[in-house]
């Protein structure tokens, strides 16, 4: 099985711009999550997507949404960059993050903010 | 909420030698999932190991284990034999039933030859 997929690997871009980050989680898996990832702050929720639907957020600014798609693929956009969007933004999967609890993670995207 | 508190940002061991990483978690639930994942330099987050709060047995694989004190908040991961692909950052995670995972901030482990 392949697994966790996450496109671009790197980005970089200025401040007051957009991005769009994508997520191709393993085959079967119905549950995405995405964690922002910083030397500071570490690990950090930032939302869930269960079956095209938002099951669990972190407390994240508005500035990050979400979505879920049909086929499970996720994406997550960031508006308005700021300097300290700059992190590794993590994506993983599982078949149902409330009932079998074992995540797996893509490799990352990291994000520059200038 | 929960927190993970990992006291250690940075350890080393000496290849072949044991090491214990520590972490202790703040909760009101009883009833939960810890896990331990591993960063390694550049590379993808993978599980290294998980306990689910109701079992009292300790859970090990192959050269990882842990030492689960439930009364104590406290989950500490143990490494025999050190290897040199273990170098890598260790992460403790918690997780409620049905609610997202919360990570705490890491120890970077150095095993060095």
């Known amino acids: 099985k392949a697994g966790v997929t996450q496109t671009p690997r790197y980005l970089i871009k200025t401040r007051g711009q957009q991005v769009t980050l994508s997520c191709s989680p393993i085959?079967?898996?119905?549950?995405v999550s995405w964690y922002q990832q910083t030397p500071g702050q570490g690990l950090q929720f930032l939302f869930e997507?269960?079956?095209?639907?938002?099951?669990n957020k972190g407390n994240f600014p508005g500035r990050f949404s979400g979505r879920q798609f049909s086929n499970s693929r996720s994406e997550m956009n960031v508006s308005t960059l700021e300097l300290g969007d700059s992190a590794l933004y993590l994506c993983?999967?599982?078949?149902?993050?409330?009932?079998?609890?074992?995540?797996?993670f893509g490799p990352g995207t990291r994000l520059t903010v200038l | 909420a929960q927190t993970v508190t990992q006291s250690q940002p940075e350890m080393s061991v000496q290849e072949a030698e044991t090491v214990t990483l520590s972490c202790t978690y703040d909760t009101s639930e009883n009833n939960y999932y810890l896990f331990w994942y591993k960063q390694p330099p550049s590379r993808q987050m993978i599980l290294v190991i998980r306990?689910?709060?109701?079992?009292?047995q300790n859970a090990t694989e192959n050269r990882f284990s842990v030492n689960f004190q439930k009364a104590a908040k406290s989950f500490s991961l143990k490494i025999s034999d050190s290897q040199l692909g273990d170098t890598a950052m260790y992460f403790c995670?918690?997780?409620?039933?049905?609610?997202?995972?919360?990570f705490g901030p890491g120890t970077r482990l150095s095993v060095l030859p």
């Open positions: 995670a918690f997780m409620k039933y049905g609610q997202n995972f919360v």
């Open positions: 306990q689910e709060a109701y079992k009292q």
């Open positions: 993983a999967s599982s078949p149902d993050l409330a009932l079998d609890n074992e995540q797996f």
């Open positions: 085959s079967g898996h119905r549950s």
């Open positions: 997507y269960f079956s095209e639907t938002q099951r």
